[in-house]
Structures are given as C-alpha cells and as structure tokens.
C-alpha cells in the first residue's frame, strides 16, 4: 500500500543520508561503535550509511542481531551523527506509526504536514532517550512515539470541539423587573414631582448631576438636596 504522503520528506530524508552517511565523519563513527562493541557491528559494513543497509529485514542480520545494534545506536544517540542514524533505520516504523493513526485525518493539515510532525517528534524523542541502553529500543521508541502523537492528536480535536461549543450564557436580569429599585423610581417618577424623577434620572439612567443642574437651570448642591428629599420619602425596604 502507497503511504498517502507527499514522498518530498522522506525523499529528502534518504538523499541527505546517501551523503551523510558515507562521510568520513560517518566512517570515523562507525570506528567507534565497532569499538564499543566489536561483536554487534557486521564486519563487511565500512559506514553508518551501510550499517542502516545491514539493518534491513534483508541486510543479513537475525532479529536478536538487528535489536541489539539497535540498542548499540541508542546507547551512543548522544553523538548527533549516530541519532541521525538510528532516525533513518526507524524510517518505515515512523510511517508505520503515521498510518496507524491515519495521518491525524480531520486534524492535521495533511498527510505530509503529519509525517513531518512525526518525525520532529521522533528526533526530539531520541534525544531525550540518548544514553539509555534498551534490550528493545525499536519497539520501544516507536511505542512511545506513536503515544505521544496520539495525546497531540486529542489534545487538538479537544480544544477544537471546545472552540466549536458556543457556551450558554445566562440571560441578565432585567434591571427594571418588578419589585427593583429602578421599578419602584419608575413608578414614582411618572407619578411624583420633580425631585422624584430626579432621584430616578441620577440612580437609574445614570445622568451626571452636572447634567441634570443645567437642564434645571440650578446648582449642583440644589440637585442633590432634592434628591435627598426625595429619597427620605421613599418605602423604607428599598430606600
């Protein structure tokens, strides 16, 4: 089955190791691992380009043989080249990974975006697990790979369906409901004096003293002792 990805990434991946992974810098490192563990690196390999060949299901090496230079390469991931190595050997699991979980359809951006991701996801994976010696290092980081995309991947479906939710608000509440303060000044206001519909113009619609002194023609000091006459009349319960 064709991966539903733009090959551009892996491409590039592949192309970039053909030219890394014969360097001599890759030679020199290969020289390393063979000595830390003579045993584990097959002999006809002259670099990490050819060790990630040996690794294949066809490169020669048994199960246990490929696991435990797996497990070489993870031991030693503190070395940049050596991570580098151990990514492009996890290649086919990562896109298996990937498919697993169909390429984060209905979230991300597209195939390609999420592959991409994956192994952003990979690298920084690896580099925190650099140094640690795992009898199953393959299967292990890819478990945990596949785990961490899978929480990426909720955690936005999530926070979009919470985006999505439009909260019910509840209705406010009418400030001139019957039994208010405002109703009560209302009420007096349409049928009281002046200074009433004064007090109900200041505490109600909230119009400056100032404002309500010169559309009377009066003091500030006048407006708010008719206020205060009018207030000392009002029901004692909401006074």
Known sequence: MRTPTSPDVLSQLRAE????????????CLCRLRGA???????HVRDLHGLVEALEPT??????????VVELLLEHADDPLVRRCLLQTLLPGIVAVARKLRFGEGIAESPSSFLADALCEASD????????????????????LRCRLRRRLLSEKARRAEL?????????PDPLAPGTMAHELAVAA??????????????????????????????T???????????????????
């Open 17 to 28: 190791w053909r030219r890394l992974g014969r360097s001599p810098a890759a030679r020199h």
């Open 37 to 43: 563990a003579h045993q584990l690196v097959p002999c």
């Open 59 to 68: 490169g020669g090496l048994d199960t246990l043989g490929r696991a435990r």
């Open 125 to 144: 994976l690896l580099a925190e697990w650099a140094g640690q010696k795992r009898a199953y290092a393959a299967p292990d980081l890819l478990s945990a």
């Open 164 to 172: 999505r939710s439009v909260p019910e608000r509840p209705a406010a």
């Open 190 to 219: 349409a049928s009281g004096g002046t200074a009433t519909r004064l007090l109900y113009a200041r505490c109600v619609l909230d119009i400056p003293t100032s404002t309500l002194a010169a559309a009377l023609g009066v003091s």
């Open 221 to 239: 000091g006048a407006v708010r002792r008719r206020m205060v006459t009018a207030a000392s009349s009002m029901p004692p319960a909401w006074s």
